[in-house]
């Protein structure tokens, strides 16, 4: 009785989309897959040239490298994190500052409209005074 299961060595089959062609869905899980099994096959060899402990350690190393990975990942996502906080607090001070720009930019264009239409308005008048003299 074979001890290792050789079928989890063997790439998956492909979906093809138009064509006959694989698509690229297909493609991209035959890229994982087959790095994964050249993971696997190279930790058979390892096993089978240095023995089991050797294996093992290799494993250990292997974990070793996946947790500074994952802490790095932790990291860089507290860092992310860190400056998504600082640049909402950055756009929530200045928020105030733009709204006051904003009501006063507002105010100064309904000024100058006001005083066209009061320009407007007085010019009708003085034109109506002089044809009415």
């Given at each position: 009785m ?5 079928s989890?060595?063997?790439l998956?089959?492909t979906t093809?989309?138009?064509?006959g062609?694989p698509?690229?869905a297909?493609?991209?899980q ?5 790095a994964?099994l050249?993971?696997r ?7 089978e040239q240095h023995g089991?402990?050797a ?6 190393t292997?974990?070793?490298q996946?947790?500074?990975y994952?802490?790095e990942?932790?990291r860089?996502?507290a860092?992310t994190?860190e400056v998504?906080?600082?640049r909402?607090?950055v756009?929530?001070?200045a928020?105030?500052?733009?709204e006051?720009g ?5 105010d100064?264009?309904e000024?100058l409209v ?13 034109a109506?005074?002089?044809?009415g003299?």
């Amino acid at each position: 009785m074979n001890a290792i299961d050789l079928s989890r060595y063997e790439l998956p089959t492909t979906t093809t989309g138009a064509g006959g062609a694989p698509t690229t869905a297909a493609l991209r899980q035959l890229q994982v897959a087959a790095a994964h099994l050249s993971g696997r096959l190279d930790a058979l060899r390892l096993l089978e040239q240095h023995g089991r402990n050797a294996w093992l350690v290799g494993n250990a190393t292997l974990e070793d490298q996946l947790r500074a990975y994952e802490e790095e990942i932790a990291r860089v996502q507290a860092e992310t994190e860190e400056v998504l906080r600082e640049r909402k607090r950055v756009q929530e001070g200045a928020r105030k500052p733009l709204e006051d720009g904003e009501r006063a930019w507002k105010d100064a264009v309904e000024g100058l409209v006001r005083v066209g239409l009061g320009t407007t308005k007085a010019r009708e008048a003085a034109a109506r005074g002089r044809r009415g003299m």
